[in-house]
């Protein structure tokens, strides 16, 4: 586990490198900005009586890097130069590469009163305070240009986009960072190294040369023939570091995925791999988090680092199209590979070949060749119905693991969460679904309505921003604990906030699949149908904030399913559900 070091930025030799580790830092001096001993108690004691901010999951992430040195040279959140340039040419204002924007974004209320030179404190969700910053700069970015120049798209169908679109906060505070201590894992603490705490490692164990892998999914055969094969091209001993922060929406749980990676560290040469974990992040940015994820393993003691075909990318776009070409990271570190400083292993995937009982670079299979493949929906597939996992694809003890993880024929809990307007349509179909489902089987399904909720488990929350987010957020936990359960939750608030959606999302798929179904009525017909008569007294400002009147709805970008229920009879609508149900594989 990271302990806080005793000094800020203090090299144990004029290139900030300990002996005998393999490598300098990304800048010459790895920055680690804990305070020690005294220091840092008296600044947990003056904590208490600055402005605080409550860190968010990326937000958490990205200190825990900052104070531990990961981002050196970084000493704390970019302030507006040094953003603007790292957008415009993947560089800090003093010119040292730098692909992605390490910000800390907060809102309106609270920043409006801070200045320049101000500090503020960092805390978790528990109230701990982390960290202190001293307010160097405070801008509004424009942040559709950061999602161009960043991810190269406004599709939000990308995870990246969708988190800087949808869910950060409109001003960005930079500034230096002091650390008071170090987030809290509970969780694999003797896999969480600090970059001093493996460059000590590498060093006592006489690991001069050492390729790091980074994945963010269950290894398999392949992975290993890949990374046998890296070290070997490059003498390297061999650092598997995952991503155990955050990944992308839908992803295997960390816990899952680690107990996979120590399976299979067993089938490696004694001596030849070590496990470290990453509490990254992910921005899934393709090419520029390639970029950015070598100079991470650099400040980790790596002397190489394994770029595969879309690295980091976060799949397809909107349109079907790959967001970024296959090869375009390997490319962008190929042109900075003299500055970067840490060698860059490119490979191609590894396919098994059959007839010779083998994996193979994908370059180098014959034509002809049979050459056998098991995607990630087929491999969910046959662990969910209990079919063979084949020995050629992955190891016993790690499809073991999966088993357990993915039990056979246990049906997983889901929720349907419909948003739209008032009297756009949400409950009605809600229970023709609902009745749908009881028809097919026994499986429970709770039906969390706006209004009921707001009668039993929001009263006394209003109408302003806060309320209807609470409220929406209450569901959403109930929703997430339904679906843990194998139980199926179906809600239909107004939820009329992007950034609550989101919220929901994520708090529903640590457990199971997510459906957002946007019930897509327009305005004019849902005031036609106001059998309560609630547009009307909106209209003559007798109701407040009114959703779609005096305040916002706004549309989702990109929901599983879009439904209008004009000339539609619920029955027809029920069906689309059940079919998109089908699709996804729920209805078994």
């Keep these: 586990m990271s302990r806080p ?297 790596a002397t190489h680092f394994i770029v595969g075909r879309d690295h980091a990318g976060p799949g397809r776009d909107a ?53 056998e493949d098991l995607s990630g929906t087929e491999l969910r597939r046959r662990l969910a119905h209990g079919e063979d996992i084949p020995a050629w694809f992955t190891y016993p003890q790690i499809a073991a693991i999966l088993r357990e993880r993915h039990p056979a024929g246990a049906r997983r809990g889901y929720t349907l969460f419909f948003t739209g307007l008032s009297g756009a349509g949400k409950s009605t179909i809600a229970e023709a679904v609902i009745a749908r489902l009881m028809e097919r089987s026994a499986r429970p399904v709770t039906l969390l309505d706006g209004d009921e909720v707001r009668t039993h488990l929001s009263r006394g929350l209003g109408f302003s921003r806060e309320d209807r987010s609470a409220n929406v957020r209450r569901i959403g936990w109930v929703a997430a604990e339904i679906t843990r359960h194998g139980g199926i939750a179906v809600c239909a608030p107004i939820a009329p906030y992007a950034d609550d959606r989101d919220a929901v999302r994520r708090l529903v798929e640590r457990h199971g699949a997510f459906v957002e179904i946007h019930v897509a009525t327009p305005l004019a017909v849902c005031e036609a149908r106001d059998r309560k008569g609630l547009y009307a007294q909106a209209r003559a400002g007798r109701i407040a904030q009114f959703t779609g009147i005096s305040d916002p709805y706004e549309v989702p970008a990109a929901p599983d399913l879009r439904l209008d229920t004009d000339a539609t009879t619920p029955h027809a609508l029920a069906d689309a559900v059940l079919n998109a149900l089908a699709e996804r594989g729920l209805l078994g």
């Excluded at 900075?336 to 193979?360: K, N, S, T």
């Design 319 to 371: 349109q079907g199209v790959p967001f970024y070409p296959p090869f375009a990271a390997q490319e962008l570190l190929a042109r900075h590979q003299d500055e970067l400083g840490i060698g860059i292993v490119p490979f191609p995937a590894m396919v098994y070949a059959a007839d010779q009982d083998r994996y193979l670079p994908a370059d180098e299979v014959g034509d002809g060749e049979r050459v």
């Design 5 to 301: 070091a005793a000094v800020l930025d203090l090299p144990t030799d004029p290139t900030g490198t300990p002996a005998g580790a393999p490598i300098p830092p990304h800048g010459g001096v790895l920055k680690e900005r804990y305070l020690g001993g005294e220091a840092a108690a008296a600044l947990r004691a003056r904590s208490a009586a600055l402005p605080a901010w409550t860190l968010g999951e990326r937000q958490l992430c990205d200190l825990e890097l900052l104070l531990n040195g990961a981002f050196s040279p970084l000493e704390g959140f970019l302030g507006q130069a040094d953003y603007e340039r790292v957008l415009s040419e993947l560089r800090l204002a003093d010119g040292t590469l730098w692909p992605i924007p390490i910000t800390l974004d907060v809102d309106e209320a609270f920043a409006a009163p801070l200045a320049i030179g101000e500090e503020i404190a960092l805390r978790d969700g528990q109230g701990v305070p982390l960290a202190v910053l001293t307010i160097e700069s405070r801008y509004r970015p424009d942040r559709e240009a950061e999602a161009r120049a960043v991810f190269g798209t406004l599709d939000r169908s990308h995870p990246g986009v969708a988190d800087l679109l949808e869910r950060s906060h409109p001003v960005y505070l930079g500034g230096r960072l002091q650390g008071i201590q170090a987030p809290t894992h509970f969780d694999f603490r003797d896999l969480r190294e600090s970059p001093r705490e493996l460059r000590d490692w590498l060093a006592r164990h006489g690991w001069r040369e050492t390729v790091a892998f980074q994945t963010r999914n269950p290894m398999h055969r392949a992975h290993r023939e890949l990374t046998l094969r890296a070290a070997e091209r490059t003498g390297a001993r061999l650092l598997i570091q995952p991503v155990v922060g955050r990944t992308k929406p839908g992803d295997v749980d960390h816990f899952t995925r680690v107990r996979c990676y120590r399976a299979l560290l067993d089938h490696y040469p004694p001596d030849r791999a070590k496990l470290s974990l990453l509490p990254l992040a992910m921005r899934m940015a393709g090419p520029r988090e390639a970029l950015w994820h070598a100079i991470i393993r650099k400040n980790y003691g």
